[in-house]
């Protein structure tokens, strides 16, 4: 198996542009998590789907950030506008549970937003 | 808010050391505990869960306990390696209020072993 794919790994934009970022979850899982990194808060879970369906989004930070899943093997976490606080490295995982155990982290997408 | 702490941040040993990263976590609604690994550039890798009915975990020279009482957790690695240079992040599963489960992270610890 490839394991949990996103991309870009690396993406770079300016202030006020649309971001979007992709996940493929590792194929049988049934649980996908979108969570982002930075040197102060360290790695804070975003949203979680189970089914495709959104469970938990409280921790989506403001009405800029969405997240879509639109059918078992594809999410899209998309921001717009972005700013530069968005700058992070954004991870997505998947399980083949319906919890937070056994979750398989991808490569994560290093955004840097100018 | 649910708060998990790890101390030191940073950790530098000779090879072959024995090494204890500690883990302390203020929510007595946290029922396991995880360890994960990350490496520079790379998604996390989990080495470890600790179940809420058990006190502590094995794999090769890792060995992980829970003291849930106290809110404790360690992570023991054995005669370390310079491979096993990376950064150790422990997280605790809890359920929310709206009854879904989520990690909580703490910011990790970065471990170098200096051949």
């Known amino acids: 198996d490839a394991g949990v794919i996103q991309s870009p790994r690396h993406e770079v934009t300016e202030m006020g542009q649309e971001v979007t970022l992709r996940c493929k979850p590792i194929?049988?899982?049934?649980?996908l998590f979108w969570y982002r990194q930075t040197m102060m808060r360290g790695l804070e879970l975003l949203i979680y789907f189970n089914n495709n369906v959104p469970i938990d989004d409280s921790g989506m930070p403001e009405d800029r950030f969405s997240a879509k899943m639109p059918n078992a093997s594809f999410s899209t976490l998309k921001i717009q506008p972005s700013e530069p606080r968005d700058s992070a490295v954004y991870f997505c995982a998947s399980s083949p549970l319906r919890g937070a155990d056994t979750q398989y982290f991808g490569p994560g997408t290093r955004l840097t937003v100018l | 808010k649910q708060e998990v702490t790890q101390i030191p941040a940073a950790l530098s040993v000779p090879e072959g050391e024995n090494l204890v990263l500690n883990c302390s976590f203020t929510d007595s609604a946290i029922y396991n505990l995880q360890w994960f690994r990350q490496d520079p550039g790379k998604g996390l890798t989990s080495l470890l869960l600790i179940q809420s009915s058990q006190r502590e975990q094995t794999s090769g020279r890792l060995n992980a306990s829970l003291d849930k009482s106290s809110g404790r957790s360690t992570l023991y690695i054995a005669a370390s390696q310079p491979g096993d240079s990376a950064t150790y992040l422990c997280a605790g599963n809890l359920i929310t209020q709206g009854g879904s489960e989520k990690l909580v992270f703490g910011k990790g610890t970065k471990l170098t072993v200096n051949p």
């Open positions: 194929s049988g899982h049934n649980s």
